[in-house]
């Protein structure tokens, strides 16, 4: 209901509004003039018939008392106008170029003549597009194939128009229009959108190697200031991309681009790449279904790539002089020396979490992208396209790539999936009034997960050389992000004399769910309000479940979970307090402190250790010159069972609390 009063509102307002000047379109262009006789009057009555000379497709208007005539929603290409009537030589303007949201204007001459007699001109596009009030720039398909482009990306040619440059944003690489931020950028993909809208960049960002094949990129029109309404949603630059069609004559095209670890340039520090492969190929073909009538397109491009970076395997500037550093023979070795922080640090992970952060990484790339588009002329007034979009991206170690950072120090952006289907209905209704009614349904997956690590999540030190290890904090162990959008436009345009009036109904819905697993926790978002059933299972472990779990309108709710190994004897019972607080019961070999316990010990000092030597086996060893077996710093540690303080792990809500080095003095002071 709420988009049928949209339309019906637009319909009123193509009615009622006020006139202004000629609107070019999305994702076609317009054609249109004044034809004058030979002494400057205005004709009415000319026959004008505006043909597109790859597909056939016709079109024939008639120029109003005023000697105009307006061609709306011609898709992109050449064209051949023939301006007619009798007692006239018959007018025919050839190699006339449409491209997207372009108005072509001309003002042809027609000769009195008694015979039939046809006078044939060439039309040269103009320098100044005077129909236009934004500030644009179209990249034709010639600028698209002779532009040499690295990674055959198209977003990478919009740097060539005034205006827009690529920055650092906060998902990588990021659009800007004279300075703008991302987010306000508006992508629009055959008509419909093709922004994320979380990050203000195209769907797929900059995570995949190529979110469109730039074989099936016909042309696209940037505008860096001014966009009309028909755009919506933009307060910095529009990016309107048009996808090729097929035609009457079968035509294709193949490549392949292959790049060398033996043909490449050493990296910016002299060293030369290892292991260093990049394939990217492909191919299109177009052709027509029935001739003059239906046409598809077929456009495939794939990319792999391989590329070995050293890390933290090679020795960082000076050579350190002792094999294996550690803390307590070489601490003021290791405080001059970066690669002595380096084998240290390695060593460290190795004896303690049985971790090596010394692997070289290898990065790799696998992108697949697709578009197949039909078109069809249903009849005289009707015509369809409909196109659909694929793209596959996954990318193993290519969240970082930074030299001092461990193995365990990065992601696998993907597998990424993009599914985008838009479908466009043309409309003549009348000779001056013409509908186009466009669909859009697009599906983004956008799974991010970290690589294994037995390493807390982004445990970094150093100060002149920075080392990092353990899973990006944003993503681990993963997360995945499903962002799905439906969108249905329509487009109501009525020419009259001098003006051409358009109305837009967009109706445009989106839902964005992101399911993150960060070290332990679980988020469900979008849930309507009611009552919930929560199941929790792991294989070796005993399933759990939470019933009548309650949710309210607008507010989140928390339930933890505690796993027990399968095949113990007492049954494990699940409870829910009123504070959302899980009670367990169950077979366990451990001991508990409630708030209770807590506020009626007497301590000194705050201190959890003081507190946790109340219970079986647990005891603070008094700090010992020389060390003993128990105390291996010379200072105060808490033992369990006489096991040295180094073999103990202390957490607090899920989080390594141990202090590498003195385990048990970070979570002091902690109530």
């Not at 790859?54 to 008639?62: A, E, G």
């Not at 809208?197 to 190697?209: C, K, L, P, T, Y």
């Not at 019972?573 to 899980?582: F, G, H, K, L, P």
Request: charged content about 15%; glycine content about 10%; hydrophobic content about 40%.
């Amino acid at each position: 209901m709420r988009l049928l009063h949209t339309l019906a509102v637009a319909i009123l307002l193509a009615m009622t509004a006020a006139p202004v000047l000629a609107q070019s379109q999305i994702t076609t262009g317009v054609i249109d003039g004044v034809v004058i006789d030979a002494n400057g009057g205005v004709m009415p009555g000319v026959s004008v018939e505006v043909r597109n000379v790859d597909t056939n497709l016709t079109r024939t208007l008639v120029t109003g008392p005023d000697g105009r005539f307006s061609a709306l929603q011609l898709t992109p290409g050449r064209y051949t106008v023939t301006f007619s009537l009798s007692g006239f030589s018959t007018l025919v303007q050839e190699n006339v170029v449409v491209t997207v949201g372009q108005s072509i204007r001309l003002n042809p001459t027609m000769k009195v003549s008694g015979i039939a007699e046809t006078v044939t001109v060439t039309t040269e596009a103009p320098a100044v597009d005077t129909t236009r009030t934004a500030a644009a720039s179209t990249l034709d398909e010639t600028t698209i194939a002779s532009t040499p482009i690295l990674g055959r990306k198209f977003e990478d040619l919009l740097t060539l128009t005034p205006g827009v440059s690529v920055v650092q944003g906060p998902d990588g690489d990021e659009i800007t229009f004279s300075g703008q931020r991302g987010v306000f950028n508006n992508v629009s993909l055959d008509g419909g959108d093709y922004t994320n809208g979380f990050f203000g960049e195209q769907v797929g960002g900059q995570r995949a190697a190529i979110d469109i094949t730039l074989e099936a990129v016909k042309e696209f029109q940037v505008i860096a200031a001014g966009a009309s309404a028909e755009f919506g949603h933009t307060a910095g630059g529009v990016v309107n991309v048009i996808t090729k069609s097929g035609t009457n004559q079968v035509s294709g095209s193949i490549f392949h681009y292959q790049r060398l670890e033996g043909l490449t340039s050493h990296t910016s520090d002299g060293k030369p790449l290892t292991d260093f492969h990049r394939e990217q190929f492909g191919g299109t073909v177009g052709g027509p279904v029935v001739k003059d009538k239906a046409f598809y397109f077929l456009a495939l491009e794939g990319v792999r790539e391989n590329l070995q970076r050293p890390n933290l395997s090679e020795p960082i500037g000076t050579p350190c002089p002792v094999a294996a550093p550690t803390l307590l023979a070489n601490e003021a070795l290791i405080g001059v020396n970066g690669d002595c922080q380096r084998l240290a640090l390695l060593g460290f992970f190795q004896s303690r979490r049985n971790q090596n952060e010394g692997l070289p990484i290898d990065h790799t790339i696998n992108n697949s992208a697709m578009l197949a588009k039909v078109d069809w002329n249903l009849t005289s007034a009707n015509q369809l396209s409909a196109s659909y979009n694929f793209d596959y991206s996954k990318n193993v170690n290519q969240t970082f790539d930074v030299a001092t950072y461990g193995t365990s120090a990065n992601g696998i952006e993907g597998p990424s999936k993009i599914n985008v289907l838009n479908v466009n209905l043309f409309t003549t209704l009348t000779t001056n009034r013409l509908n186009e009614f466009h669909v859009t349904y697009s599906r983004e997956g956008r799974p991010r997960s970290a690589v294994p690590s037995s390493v807390p999540a982004d445990t970094a030190m150093g100060f002149a050389t920075s080392f990092r290890f353990g899973n990006p904090f944003f993503m681990q162990p993963n997360v995945d992000e499903i962002v799905k959008r439906f969108q249905v436009k329509n487009n109501l345009s009525l020419v009259s004399g001098t003006h051409t009036i358009k109305a837009t109904a967009v109706d445009t819905g989106v839902i964005t769910t992101t399911l993150t697993n960060d070290a332990g926790t679980y988020t469900f978002g979008n849930l309507a309000a009611g009552k919930y059933t929560i199941s929790a299972s792991l294989t070796g472990f005993q399933t759990k479940t939470i019933t009548d779990a309650q949710l309210s309108q607008g507010t989140s709710s928390r339930y933890n979970f505690e796993m027990n190994v399968a095949g113990a004897t007492t049954q494990v019972e699940v409870t829910i307090a009123a504070d959302s607080a899980i009670a367990t019961q169950g077979a366990s070999i451990g001991q508990e402190l409630d708030r209770e316990k807590v506020a009626a010990l007497p301590i000194v000092g705050n201190n959890i250790l003081d507190l946790i030597t109340v219970m079986a086996g647990v005891q603070n060893v008094v700090a010992t010159n020389p060390p003993s077996a128990a105390n291996a710093f010379g200072r105060e540690n808490t033992t369990f069972a006489g096991v040295r303080a180094d073999n103990v792990m202390i957490v607090r809500d899920g989080i390594d609390m141990n202090d590498n080095r003195s385990p048990n003095l970070s979570i002091t002071h902690i109530f």
